[in-house]
């Protein structure tokens, strides 16, 4: 007589398989969730302009502390850009140069230098309003020394270039404007000129809402350093 009752081996088979394949199937799922995922991450804005400062890497100049800054109106409001404010909207300084302090490192215990002396600032947007650049002795050892400045700006897409010029900058604190334009976003200059406007000794916003920096102007018996609220000690001098 045949068993009324049959054998389960192949029901669990059957069931076994079938949650096999339904892990599979959510690995698969979850790998597609999550590459997805990177796909809608927001890309960083590409590079607009570029504002770059050199000075030699020769002689006395190669050890002077030279900075690049910049400046731009926005709804009535100034915004400023250098080593004191790095940062701000879009707009940001890519290495604070102090010369041939920062063109060494050691590699394989042997030191090794890069003899370049630039800064950089990047513009991942067009500001709507007037742009200044200019450049500052910072500091050198020898206080009556003069650097020839060079100031560079570029629009990167497509490739143009808006101002190129050298200045000499003569003692520590010298400010120098190269040049002022707006530009629109389609990258057409409306207006340009090279008219002298201080960055480092006026007013503009600090790290929060309440703190400006304090004015000073050229000749003041306070120099460009206390200006800023820093000291040439605070860069390691």
Do not use: C
């Amino acid at each position: 007589m045949r068993s009324r009752y049959g054998s389960n081996i192949a029901f669990i088979d059957l069931w076994a398989n079938g949650m096999l394949a339904m892990t599979g199937l959510f690995i698969i799922a979850f790998l597609l969730i999550k590459q997805d995922n990177k796909k809608t991450d927001v890309p960083e804005p590409p590079i607009q302009l570029m504002a770059v400062l050199t000075w030699s890497n020769e002689g006395r100049e190669a050890h002077a502390d030279v900075d690049l800054w910049v400046a731009y109106e926005e709804s009535g409001r100034e915004t400023a850009v250098g080593f004191r404010s790095p940062t701000r909207e879009g707009i940001a300084l890519e290495l604070d140069d102090l010369g041939a302090r920062t063109d060494s490192y050691i590699k394989g215990g042997v030191q090794k230098v890069i003899p370049i002396n630039r800064e950089v600032i990047n513009f991942r947007r067009i500001p709507a309003q007037e742009v200044t650049v200019n450049a500052m002795f910072y500091y050198a050892n020898d206080a009556n020394l003069s650097v020839t400045a060079t100031v560079e700006v570029y629009r990167l897409n497509p490739f143009k270039v808006i101002y190129e010029g050298s200045h000499k900058l003569v003692g520590r604190g010298d400010e120098h404007t190269y040049v002022r334009f707006t530009m629109n976003e389609e990258g057409k200059i409306l207006n340009m000129n090279y008219r002298p406007k201080s960055i480092v000794y006026a007013k503009h916003p600090a790290s929060s809402s309440t703190d400006e920096w304090p004015a000073m102007h050229p000749g003041d018996d306070e120099g460009p350093a206390r200006a800023m609220n820093l000291s040439p000690e605070s860069r390691g001098y």
